[in-house]
C-alpha cells in the first residue's frame, strides 16, 4: 500500500488510469474534434444533463450552426428551438450572448485562457478549464460531478462535497494529479472513470484500476463517500394550462424574463390553489384576462400532465377555453400571437407546451 499523493502514487495513478483508458474510453462526438467552439457548446449542454441525454442535441445543433458565426448570427428563437426539451434554457441563452459577444469583440475566435473565458456569460471555473483542457491542452484541473465522486473516494474526504472547504480540497486534488501533458486526455479518463466505474450507488471497484491507491476503499467507506446535502423535498403545487382557440388558431404567450421557461412561447398557464369546478374555472378567467387581456369561458378539462421543474412537482390540469368577448383588456404586455396547430412545430415551446401541441395536431376537432 503506497502513502497517499506521493510522487510515487501519482505515477502509478497516472499509469494505470491511462492504460484503462485507452481500453475503456467512452466514443463521444465531442471527442472526434479540438474545435474550441463544438468543445464548449458540448460543455454547457452536459451541466446538469446526461451524456446519453445531450448527444443527440449536440449533432442537431452542431448541424444547425457549425461554427461560432452561425450560432451568433441566429435568432435567440432559433437556439431555443433546437434547445427544447434538453431543459435549463438558461444555457442556451447565455451560449448564444456569449457567441455574439465574441463575434463582436473577439473576432469569433474563443478565448484561451481562463480569466478571458470567464468574462463570457455562462462560463465559470469548470467550464473554462474543461474547454482549455479539451480544446489546447493545457494543464487545467477539472471538478465535475464524477470526478467529485471519485476523487473524494480517493481522499476519503468526510466532509460535504458541496462547502466551500471541500471544494477548495478537491479542486487542489484534482491539480495535484494532472500530468504536463496529455492533460486533456487525462482529464477525459478521470471523468469517464467516475462514470463508468466509480458510480454513485454500488461502484465496481473490482475492477477498478486504482482501487488499491483508493482510501475509501482501505477504510471500507465507499458506500458513505461522497458526503452530500440531503435533497430538497418537492414541493407540490397544481397549475392550470388554457388552450384557448378562435378561427382555428391557438393562443400563445412568450414566457416573460423572470418565468419559467423565459423567452419560450407557452399556452397560457396560471397557479390553481381551489378544487371547487366553479372556483378553477374563476381562476381561469381572472388568470387568463391578467396574462393576455382577453376574457375566456373554459369548457372541459382535455388532458393532466405531471412533470417537475427545480423544486416543483407540478399538476398540470389543462383546459379548452373560448373567447368570451371581443373587448380586449390590457394584459401584462408580453408578446403573444395566434398560430393554428400545425404551425406550433416551428414555436419553440415549453415541455409542456410542446405536449400539448402534440395533443392538438392529433385532435383536430379542439380546432373551433
Known sequence: MQPFLTASWKQTFRRR??????????????????????????????????????????????????TLRDLAEASEAEVLQLWEGLGYYRRGRQLHAAAIQVQADLG?????????????????????AAILSFAFDQAEPILEANTIRLLARL?????????????????????????RKHTGQFNQALMDLGSLVCTPKSPSCEVCPVADLCLARQKNLTADIPVMRSRQTLEKIREALVVICRKQRFLIRQCGPNERWSGLWDFPRMRLDQKKPSAVAAQIVDGVRDLTGYTVAPGNRIKTLTHGVTRYHITLECYAATIASSRRKQGDRTPHRWVRAGDLSGVPLSVTGRKIARHLAAHPGLET
Open 155 to 179: 481522499a476519503a474526504l468526510r466532509s460535504d462535497v458541496s462547502t466551500s472547504h471541500s471544494q477548495k480540497t478537491l479542486w487542489s486534488l484534482s491539480e495535484n494529479l494532472i500530468p
Open 108 to 128: 469569433g475566435v474563443l478565448p484561451n485562457s481562463r480569466k478571458e473565458l470567464q468574462r463570457l456569460p455562462g462560463i465559470g471555473r469548470y467550464t473554462a
Open 17 to 66: 488510469l491511462k492504460s484503462w483508458y485507452a481500453r475503456q474510453a467512452r466514443d463521444l462526438p465531442w471527442r472526434r474534434t479540438h474545435d474550441p467552439y463544438r468543445i464548449w457548446v458540448s460543455e454547457i449542454m452536459l451541466q446538469q444533463t446526461q451524456v446519453k441525454t445531450v448527444i443527440p442535441y449536440y449533432e442537431r445543433f452542431c448541424k444547425a450552426f457549425p
